[in-house]
């Protein structure tokens, strides 16, 4: 080698737009779809818990907030205290925390064993000119659409849970005096 050093400069690479980062991010998780499954079902029953409980709370105070004496005594015998503040029991909120945090650690359990499965993809990839930036978001993209599905079914199931239990407890009043606004 001679003394003088010779730079070679790479030529910049175009940035991939998010579509097909989104595809990439899709095809991924159809690959891999029992580890995305499992993900999403934790993330759909830790939200569906958050979303009952609340929801379940909301109708419950607004039963209380008409303040009629047939369904006073009817939620007095279902144990609910028509005397106690608005708050919610702490460890109620205790048990929604935990199952927040049991969501939060099984994406990212997901994501850290897919990058671990993924190792040779990702070298793959890095040869054939992908820039760290494109793999970083694929995996954002995929740990964010999983959260995603998740929270949406999750949400929905434990808000229809909660607003059908309630009906068949309390007939007639829960849809008399729903709090959609709240809700």
């Keep these: 080698?001679?003394?003088?050093?010779?730079?070679y400069q790479v030529p910049r690479q175009p940035q991939l737009s998010?579509?097909?980062?989104?595809?990439?991010?899709?095809?991924?998780?159809?690959?891999?779809?029992?580890?995305?499954?499992?993900?999403?079902?934790?993330?759909v029953l830790a939200l569906a818990f958050l979303s009952y409980m609340l929801v379940l709370a909301?109708?419950?105070q607004a039963l209380v907030d008409i303040n009629n004496p047939k369904l006073n005594i009817l939620l007095?015998?279902?144990?609910?205290?028509?005397?106690a503040s608005t708050q919610m029991d702490p460890m109620t909120m205790l048990l929604i925390g935990l199952a927040l945090l049991t969501c939060t650690v099984g994406v990212a359990n997901s994501m850290l064993m897919s990058v671990t499965e993924r190792v040779r993809e990702i070298g793959t990839l890095k040869c054939l000119g992908a820039q760290d930036r494109f793999i970083v978001?694929?995996?954002?993209?995929?740990?964010?659409?999983?959260g995603f599905f998740g929270a949406s079914v999750g949400v929905l199931l434990g808000c229809a849970v909660a607003v059908a239990a309630?009906?068949?407890?309390?007939?007639?009043?829960?849809?008399?005096s729903f709090p959609a606004v709240v809700v």
């Design 1 to 7: 080698m001679t003394n003088e050093q010779t730079h």
């Design 137 to 146: 978001k694929s995996y954002l993209v995929e740990s964010t659409l999983q």
């Design 76 to 83: 007095q015998e279902r144990g609910v205290d028509i005397f």
């Design 58 to 60: 909301d109708i419950t």
């Design 166 to 176: 309630s009906a068949t407890t309390f007939p007639g009043y829960v849809a008399a």
């Design 18 to 43: 998010w579509g097909i980062v989104f595809r990439v991010s899709l095809a991924g998780m159809q690959r891999r779809m029992m580890r995305s499954v499992v993900t999403v079902s934790c993330v």
